[in-house]
Nanobody
Framework: QVQLVESGGGSVQAGGSLRLSCAGS????????MGWFRQVPGKEREFVTA????????YYADSVKGRFTISRDNAKNTVYLQMNSLKPEDTAVYHC????????????????????WGQGTQVTVSS
């Protein structure tokens, strides 16, 4: 089983940057495909980005492409989300998610494909 803890959220003005971290427990973490999702109250969970177990494959939602970067450090059991050029519409609770991938180089963009979830970290972007 994997436990995920997000950190790095906060309040920032439009155009600013934040770096989110997702720390995972367990020796199998390095074999998990990971994703970031965000949710605003009253709206559906939205895919942001995903990364394969090796870090060799990534995938981004069109809304964040060119502004956000996902990466991982398997030695530290951590996945990162660098968010630049933030916009007010990026305001949400950001969750990281994990699922065993059997060391296949997949990226998954649907929330129901993931098995483990963190509690989330709030990101607020003011105009």
């Amino acid at each position: 089983q994997v436990q995920l803890v997000e950190s790095g959220g906060g309040s920032v003005q439009a155009g600013g940057s934040l770096r989110l971290s997702c720390a995972g427990s367990g020796r199998a973490f390095s074999s998990y495909a990971m994703g970031w999702f965000r949710q605003v109250p009253g709206k559906e969970r939205e895919f942001v980005t995903a990364i394969s177990w090796s870090g060799g494959t990534t995938y981004y939602a069109d809304s964040v492409k060119g502004r956000f970067t996902i990466s991982r450090d398997n030695a530290k059991n951590t996945v990162y989300l660098q968010m630049n050029s933030l916009k007010p519409e990026d305001t949400a609770v950001y969750h990281c998610a994990a699922v065993g991938s059997g060391h296949s180089d997949v990226v998954l963009r649907f929330w129901w494909m993931y098995e483990y979830w963190g509690q989330g970290t709030q990101v607020t972007v003011s105009s």
